[in-house]
């Protein structure tokens, strides 16, 4: 409220009045945090006074906060711990507001009249206003900035006001120094504008004919050339490394594309997981064979194992295995189909571990 918040505490005896407490609070406090306050003050009046008392209040969102376990509000959980000590002497009942109920009235009416005669009470500001606040003074300043800009107007023209390239802010200073002689205006492409096809012919013919203007490149250019020049690195390096073997016969080629966090598939094409063969080298198993009597490396569980069956994925050809590679990596169901396979692969290895 612009006028300023005002909360009352009214007791009742025998339905007759007998107490008013009227507290004005800050312009920032809500009418939330008046609700609480007054529910603070009624039982720790309980408390003081060692009598026990009803709180009847029309705060529904009051009601829901104190039901809630997860609020975030200090303000909310020490009105939860002052009622929790006040519980043999303070009982809490909501009331529907402004359906004549005579002690529900008369406190609406003292908390009115405590905006202006009300005992000041101090309670920090919540969380909403210093949101608003905020919000305001980021826009304040941000206005301030737009408004004091020295190329606000050519800005304004261009439509963009976070532009990193320097030719387009150039572009932007030349037009703002030339307003009042230059126009700019957007017309529709190809829908016959004379002016605008000529310009489209003359543009076309430039490409052989025209005068070279040296322009600095643009961002995309710089970052596909960057781009290309640590993929053409990277597949040096991929091409003559002596380690990989296995990932190359799927992954012959490096590619962005192909990068991949999913720990099944790369177990997979690696043979650094949950299978005998891998476990053997490193003597966690005294042998490389399944419980089948296969050799198991990754084709075996992936493609031949019984004990995998319902889940085997077609083996590829050699020539194969990149676009192989390429179509499970795109695919959940065979993504899915890995996972179960290593599920019992592990299984398996943990059973061979067993026999050591």
Request: with cysteine.
């Amino acid at each position: 409220m612009d006028e300023g918040v005002g909360l009352a505490v009214c007791t009742f005896k025998n339905n007759q009045n007998s107490d008013n407490f009227l507290f004005k609070l800050n312009i920032y406090n809500s009418v939330f945090q008046a609700e609480l306050a007054a529910i603070q003050h009624a039982a720790n009046w309980a408390a003081s006074n060692n009598h026990k008392i009803n709180i009847f209040t029309d705060s529904l969102s009051f009601i829901m906060a104190l039901k809630s376990a997860h609020s975030r509000s200090q303000f909310v959980n020490t009105t939860k711990q002052i009622l929790s000590t006040a519980r043999d002497l303070v009982g809490l009942s909501w009331v529907k507001a402004h359906v004549g109920i005579p002690g529900n009235e008369w406190a609406d009416q003292h908390a009115k009249l405590a905006i202006s005669v009300g005992e000041e009470l101090e309670i920090t500001a919540p969380r909403s206003y210093l949101n608003r606040k905020i919000k305001s003074y980021i826009l304040h300043n941000w206005l301030t900035y737009w408004n004091n800009y020295n190329s606000a107007s050519g800005i304004r023209v261009l439509k963009k006001s976070d532009v990193k390239s320097g030719f387009i802010n150039d572009i932007k200073s030349n037009v703002f120094r030339a307003l009042g002689s230059v126009g700019l205006s957007w017309v529709k492409a190809h829908a016959g504008i004379p002016g605008n096809e000529l310009a489209d012919q003359f543009a076309k013919s430039a490409i052989t004919e025209g005068n070279f203007l040296d322009i600095p490149a643009p961002y995309s250019f710089l970052k596909k050339y960057i781009k290309n020049i640590i993929l053409s690195d990277w597949q040096q390096h991929w091409g003559e490394s002596d380690t990989g073997v296995r990932v190359r016969e799927y992954v012959p080629f490096v590619d962005f594309n192909l990068l991949t966090r999913n720990r099944y598939l790369l177990f997979f094409i690696s043979g650094h997981g949950p299978f005998p063969a891998y476990l053997f080298r490193f003597k966690i198993l005294n042998s490389p064979n399944c419980i089948c009597g296969g050799l198991v490396d990754p084709d075996h569980f992936v493609f031949d194992c019984p004990h995998t069956k319902d889940f085997h994925l077609t083996c590829p050809a050699g020539i194969f295995k990149p676009d192989w590679f390429s179509s499970v990596l795109k695919d959940v169901g065979s993504l899915r189909r890995l996972q179960e396979i290593c599920v019992i692969s592990n299984r398996i290895c943990n059973e061979l571990k067993s026999l050591n």
